[in-house]
């Protein structure tokens, strides 16, 4: 078994044509077809049911398909690793980013990061949640954040920043009469939230809040960011549900950020990784994280301090 086969079996899984799928390789049909008759005897199974009308993948296929992907960015990890020490980096760290973490954090971590340890090559992937455990499992991926510590054995989940659980309001809505949002009145209205199978973490807290009242809610959209949320509350479109974080940093024209009435349901950022030893470089980037939210604990933001704590307006 070659790369070659493996470039080739990934083509038409895709494609699911051999026509288009030789053309994305800029090959001809018949040397893909016979690549893919050369890895299928080699693995003895057959990895796609064709016909003169259609060709799909079998479950052995679908099988081979959930592993190819892995190899091909094992390859470029490795790839990336001799060049940032040809580039002189002494080191690397893969850093998973799941359900939109905090971007007014991440700037800052980063910047520690490299005031204090320029050598090390920091790298960051956006995934999915389940992609993100996948990818810690396999060895793609150093550490991680999401919103989730559903992530099964063999993965610590540490909570290491949180943030207010607010309700992003367009400007001159009725619920402004309210200064904190009962939660049965929030649902009365149509709500703009986050993907569920791209933000999975965000998804299940928001739903553990949403559960609190007996009424269903209205989503009006389902979006894969949070910069998208807070265009379409602007809008006047919908109500959006995000931390009091995302809704400063994606701050649009037109939106007012209130908390919800009693006590405020926090939305809770995990570091994630493997549960075992862990390099020196690791070792010093968790501090980072953990001295970062210790500094937000003890000194309030510059907008939290010029703000009201129950409402949030541009």
């Given at each position: 078994m070659e790369l070659r086969h493996l470039r080739c079996f990934l083509a038409v899984a895709e494609e699911l044509h051999f026509a288009r799928?030789?053309?994305?390789?800029?090959?001809e049909q018949s040397?893909?077809?016979?690549?893919?008759?050369?890895?299928?005897?080699?693995?003895?199974?057959?990895?796609?049911?064709?016909t003169?009308?259609?060709?799909?993948?079998?479950?052995?296929?679908r099988l081979f398909l959930a592993h190819v992907p892995r190899v091909f960015?094992?390859?470029?990890?490795?790839?990336?690793?001799?060049?940032?020490?040809?580039?002189?980096?002494?080191?690397?760290?893969?850093i998973a980013l799941s359900d939109g973490i905090t971007s007014s954090r991440l700037p800052?971590?980063?910047?520690?990061?490299?005031?204090?340890?320029?050598?090390?090559?920091?790298?960051?992937?956006?995934?999915?949640?389940?992609?993100?455990?996948?990818?810690?499992?396999?060895?793609?991926?150093?550490?991680?954040?999401?919103?989730?510590?559903?992530?099964?054995d063999g993965i610590l989940a540490e909570p290491v920043w949180s943030d207010p659980l607010m309700v992003a309001v367009p400007a001159r809505h009725p619920l402004l009469a309210y200064k904190r949002i009962p939660l049965d009145e929030l649902l009365r209205y149509p709500l703009v939230l986050c993907n569920p199978q791209i933000c999975e973490g965000y998804a299940r807290q928001v739903d553990r809040v949403l559960r609190g009242v007996d009424r269903e809610p209205m989503v009006a959209e389902q979006v894969a960011s949070f910069d998208l949320m807070m265009?379409?509350?602007?809008?006047g479109f919908a109500l959006g549900l995000a931390g009091s974080s995302h809704i400063l940093t994606c701050r649009k024209s037109d939106v007012v950020a209130r908390p919800l009435a009693g006590r405020s349901p926090m939305l809770t950022t995990y570091l994630l990784r493997l549960d075992g030893e862990q390099s020196e470089a690791l070792a010093c980037f968790i501090e980072r994280v953990r001295s970062i939210g210790s500094h937000e604990n003890e000194e309030p933001t510059k907008s939290a301090q010029s703000d009201s704590p129950e409402e949030i307006e541009p």
């Open positions: 799928a030789a053309e994305r390789l800029h090959i040397p893909l077809s016979r690549a893919i008759k050369e890895l299928e005897e080699d693995l003895g199974a057959q990895l796609f049911a064709r003169t009308r259609s060709t799909r993948l079998t479950r052995t296929g960015a094992a390859l470029q990890q490795a790839r990336d690793s001799v060049k940032a020490a040809a580039n002189g980096f002494h080191g690397q760290l893969r800052s971590l980063l910047a520690l990061c490299r005031q204090e340890e320029p050598e090390v090559e920091i790298r960051l992937f956006e995934t999915s949640l389940s992609q993100q455990i996948k990818g810690l499992h396999d060895d793609l991926y150093d550490v991680g954040f999401a919103l989730s510590d559903e992530v099964g265009a379409l509350v602007s809008a």
